[in-house]
């Protein structure tokens, strides 16, 4: 009896502890989704039919594909640059276990702060050659002007370097910590077995901390995904039109307000939003990744 | 049960919002909150926006109401003119009482489906339009006026009279004699300007009468990039390229400013009438020394019987038909369009006759200027070339894309294709029909 | 997992004597790449204290003087009005009420999946780790969309509210929550006779100055840089917060492009950099400050290896 009241009472305040949470879930994210949507099937100039005419038009508007392959070359650079730099660098510092590398560490954390308009701005004078203290390198290459690094063919390579430049540093770190949890017996006992440093990294660490990395890989394409500051801002106001709707963000910001149809963006939208769902999915359903969390309710 | 309860809670809260949301994708019409509130009892507001080059003329016109009307400059970027008022569109609120913005917008605030820009002809003075005279005619839509323009930005030709002196040139009057003449430039470290920028558009292109969007009614739209107008400039321009005496890179350029234009290396450079007074005189650009410059007319293009001009900015203002005193932003849009005393001292030409006579006065007597330079100017422009005209699609974004590809070392030729090959693609998203 | 970390040991892991010449290599490929993050914003603190000519003229790296950020400063302060200092403020409100509402919100939320009987736990989890995955830059048109319905748009609340929506926080404090605080606690608590309210004030809370640690860390970090949502969602210039008036400073001041306004406002490299600064510097601080906490391994225990 006492029993039955407290699963009562347990009940209720959980759900009022979680209330609160539960109402910005729906307000901002549930909400949002199905008035999109709404917004996306409205009848309009590209939407005579009043269905899925916005996506189609979206799928067929000549600024799409570029948009499309645009953003998969620049994840194409950016992802296996994190990749091998951040799994490099952090069992790097792991091998090299001294207090001197505490200062390393926190070089690492510096490039946080330089993201969205910010990375603009220090980029353009890192990247043009008046400014730049990498100056003497790219004489060396002969980029000698601004519009030698500065064009649309060097986009990918200028995007990738500036999300990389801000996100390598701190999941540098991020993973040393995870390196942390390795129990020490693991290592000494290959240490023993007279593994090298080499094989230490490649063969013990690595596999342990994979899933970090393949996590860390997902959250950073999802990001990478959906940029959108980045491109906007250098085409807007440092080179204009140098990236003109040169991601699929920038695709809907143009479609919404500057072709005035908020029905073909809002479509563009879901869609990416769909494919991020899928991605979340996959992770959560067909990796093992979240099993702990997942089984952890069942212990409860 | 309860999973189910739950969701269907979350789904009809969604459609309530959904129902209340009318408004919210209907544009213009509904829901006129003016970004003046303006208490009928109390002061008037007056919200309006500016770029940087104009805010000092909003203070002014600020100072010269002040306690009748409360006037609030904002800066925006004309890059986000465009956007921010198709997002008040969409929004229903927030429109700025009146606005400078960049010309080719102008077809698109008319419109009725975006329904902007006020019909000044209702609350403007005629006196105003006539004393225009043809300078506000890219403004005549539809047979009523929706904007007024803030200057004329006719191309003319600039050049250094110190440098032609040097090597014996005399000013080109045809497009033909201009390439030869940038020719001879060759090999003496002298250049004939940049085309890395707007001035492409705005300077060769659009004098020769490459359709590029040209209307022939609120349906159609002539682009052609295989015109022979279009061609011809690619192939004048393209050897002057080659030769190194015409510059790929923006005429802003840091690296062009400082190699170049510091250098007092530009012997001519066909460009705005706010050339002179904005890039060509200032200490921070390309700091030309006094006695040197000056314009001419625009080189004629072969087989044409007029030396046309095209323009390169030209701003216009425009009050908001959602503006809650109405009279108040046709009043403060031409003040800032056309007062004489506020405009003399301003970089660029004025279309109003009456202000225009006082900024050529203190710019024809500038001792800055080697000769005076405003009559090249007032003879362009009436000559600005009328078939190319405000569209409703976003003609802007894609001259930035034009001089991207220029920067980028594509042929003028490619360039202009590219270029106009976007146009094609978008007209059709905003009801024209491309033709020939 | 947290008794691991604890009881971590300070020998060297695996370092061979023989090893020297690829300790070397390692410590230069470290130290370049420690250089590399570094020298970009060495460049930032330094050019406000140059003027726009020295900072073309003079090495990258040089100091000016004390006077040039007074004068940068000044200078930006002409934009407007002042309008920087708006900026400033509005994001510090902005993103510390987020911070604090957020974190809070998710605290509860968390406890309440980990060590409650709620309902639906299950789905509300999943739910979770979905929105997390999912950055919030994939909503910013459909809540533009909503947000306008709302009738708040151009307000400050159109910003600050979808900031306080955090999955990530949930997500956090429940692995947190689930396997920090060890279940004999709870029932002990509970047979002293507290109810779940009880025990997460007097039990659950106390112990969680790591989680508020990490939670407010991570709500900083990715509201206060936040561009694409106050973009759409604010018109007016005051109601904005400082990244994205930097992004106006960029179109509207001859900073990074000259044929804005060139002879009419001062504002030049050095300020802009000024600005910029003003972004950056305190995420810099609070990554510093909490680099302990990202060592300590944000992500042990919450993705299992």
């Known amino acids: 009896m006492f029993k039955h009241r407290a699963n009562f009472m347990g009940r209720i305040n959980g ?206 394409m999802a990001a990478g995904l959906q940029i959108f500051v980045e491109p906007y801002l250098i085409s807007s106001s440092v080179y204009p039109g140098i990236a003109k709707d040169w991601s699929l963000n920038q695709l809907g910001y143009t479609l919404a307000f500057l072709g005035s149809n908020l029905g073909a963006a809002t479509a563009l939208s879901l869609m990416l939003l769909l494919v991020m769902v899928v991605l979340a999915l996959i992770v959560i359903f067909r990796t093992d990744f979240f099993d702990e969390a997942k089984t952890k309710i069942k212990e409860a | 049960m309860k999973k189910k309860f739950l969701g269907s809670l979350a789904l009809a809260g969604a459609l309530v919002l959904s129902a209340c949301s009318g408004g919210a994708t209907s544009d213009g019409g509904g829901g006129d909150s003016g970004a003046s509130s303006g208490d009928s009892a109390g002061a008037r507001e007056l919200l309006i926006w500016v770029d940087t080059v104009r805010e000092p003329a909003c203070l002014s016109y600020q100072e010269s109401v002040a306690g009748e009307i409360d006037v609030t400059c904002e800066v925006v970027g004309q890059e986000e003119i465009l956007p921010k008022i198709q997002l008040s569109n969409q929004t229903g609120q927030g429109w700025p009482d009146v606005v400078f913005s960049p010309p080719n917008s102008a077809a698109i605030y008319a419109e009725e489906s975006n329904g902007y820009a006020m019909n000044l002809s209702d609350y403007v003075d005629p006196a105003i339009f006539e004393a225009y005279n043809t300078s506000n005619d890219w403004c005549l839509i539809d047979g009523s006026y929706y904007c007024l323009k803030n200057d004329l930005a006719q191309t003319v030709l600039w050049y250094d009279t110190v440098i032609f002196d040097e090597l014996g040139l005399t000013v080109p009057t045809t497009m033909e004699e201009f390439a030869a003449t940038a020719l001879e430039l060759q090999g003496t470290g002298y250049m004939a300007g940049a085309v890395g920028d707007q001035g492409y558009y705005a300077g060769y292109l659009w004098p020769s009468g490459c359709p590029m969007a040209d209307v022939q009614d609120p349906a159609t739209v002539r682009i052609n990039p295989d015109a022979p107008e279009c061609t011809r400039v690619s192939d004048l321009m393209q050897p002057l390229v080659d030769a190194g005496v015409v510059d790929s890179r923006s005429a802003f350029d840091a690296g062009f400013i400082a190699d170049v234009a510091q250098q007092t290396k530009v012997a001519m450079q066909i460009g705005p009438s706010w050339w002179g007074e904005f890039v060509i005189r200032p200490p921070d650009s390309w700091a030309v020394p006094e006695g040197r410059i000056t314009a001419a007319e625009m080189p004629t293009w072969d087989g044409e019987s007029t030396a046309w001009s095209g323009e390169w900015g030209g701003g216009i203002w425009v009050a908001s038909s959602h503006a809650v005193n109405p009279q108040d932003a046709a009043d403060a849009a031409v003040y800032l369009a056309t007062d004489p005393d506020m405009r003399e001292d301003k970089v660029t030409f004025p279309g109003y006759q009456p202000a225009f006579e006082k900024w050529a006065a203190r710019v024809g007597a500038d001792p800055y200027y080697a000769a005076d330079p405003t009559v090249a100017m007032v003879a362009q422009a009436a000559r600005i070339r009328q078939d190319n005209n405000p569209v409703r699609f976003d003609m802007r974004g894609q001259i930035g894309v034009l001089q991207t590809e220029i920067n980028g070392g594509a042929t003028l030729e490619d360039a202009t294709r590219t270029f106009m090959q976007t146009l094609i693609e978008l007209a059709p998203g905003v009801g024209y029909t491309v033709v020939d | 997992m947290v008794a691991n970390q604890v009881t971590r040991s300070r020998r060297p892991r695996n370092i061979q004597a023989s090893a020297i010449p690829g300790k070397a290599a390692a410590w230069i490929v470290m130290v370049l790449f420690a250089l590399f993050s570094v020298i970009p914003m060495t460049w930032l603190l330094l050019a406000p204290s140059k003027t726009q000519p020295q900072l073309q003229a003079d090495p990258p790296m040089s100091f000016g003087s004390f006077q040039g950020y007074v004068d940068a400063w000044n200078n930006l302060m002409l934009f407007q009005d002042g309008r920087l200092v708006t900026w400033l403020l509005n994001s510090i409100w902005y993103t510390g009420f987020q911070v604090v509402v957020a974190s809070a919100v998710a605290i509860l939320a968390g406890y309440a999946l980990a060590a409650t009987r709620m309902p639906l736990r299950k789905s509300m989890l999943i739910t979770t780790l979905i929105a997390m995955i999912v950055p919030q830059v994939a909503f910013v048109l459909p809540l533009f969309v909503e947000i306008t319905a709302l009738g708040i748009y151009d307000t400050a609340w159109a910003i600050i509210l979808p900031g306080t929506f955090f999955p990530f926080g949930v997500f956090l404090s429940y692995i947190y929550f689930s396997t920090t605080i060890p279940h004999d606690l709870y029932d002990a608590a509970r047979i002293d006779g507290s109810g779940d309210w009880g025990v997460f004030f007097r039990v659950a ?79 810099l601080l609070v990554f510093l400050a909490s680099s302990r906490l990202l060592v300590r391994g944000v992500l042990a225990g919450s993705v299992k290896s």
């Open chain 1, 15 to 220: 759900m009022l502890m979680f209330l609160p949470y539960l109402v910005l879930l729906v307000m901002f994210a549930i909400v949002p989704i199905v008035m999109a949507a709404s917004v996306s099937m409205e009848k309009s100039m590209t939407n005579p039919d009043g269905l899925f005419g916005n996506y189609l038009f979206v799928l067929q508007d000549f600024r799409f594909l570029p948009a499309v392959i645009n953003v998969s070359l620049f994840l194409l650079i950016y992802l296996p640059a994190m990749l091998i730099v951040v799994a490099g660098l952090s069992l790097l510092l792991d091998s090299i276990q001294s207090r001197y590398t505490v200062p390393l560490r926190l070089a690492y954390l510096v490039p946080a702060g330089i993201t969205g308009s910010v990375a603009i701005l220090v980029w353009y004078f890192m990247l043009e050659p008046t400014y730049s203290p990498f100056a003497p390198i790219f004489a060396e290459f002969g980029w000698t002007q601004g519009t030698d690094i500065f064009n649309a063919s060097n986009l990918i390579y200028i995007f990738a370097l500036m999300t990389f430049f801000t996100g390598a540093g701190n999941w540098i770190v991020i993973q040393y910590g995870s390196l942390q949890s390795i129990p020490d017996d693991v290592l000494e006992a290959a240490r023993i077995d007279g593994a090298n440093a080499f094989q230490i990294a490649f063969q013990i660490k690595l596999p342990l901390i994979r899933k970090y990395l393949i996590y860390m890989l997902i959250l950073v």
């Open chain 3, 205 to 283: 809370l106390p112990l969680s100055r790591g989680l508020i640690g990490m939670l407010a860390f991570f709500s900083f970090q990715v509201n206060w840089i936040n561009f694409f949502l106050p973009y759409l969602v604010v018109n007016s210039g005051e109601v904005l917060t400082l990244p994205v008036g930097l992004g106006i400073l960029f179109s509207s001041t001859p900073a990074l492009n000259p044929q804005v306004g060139a002879n009419v406002l001062p504002i030049r490299g050095p300020e802009i950099a000024l600005a910029g600064l003003l972004v950056a510097i305190p995420i």
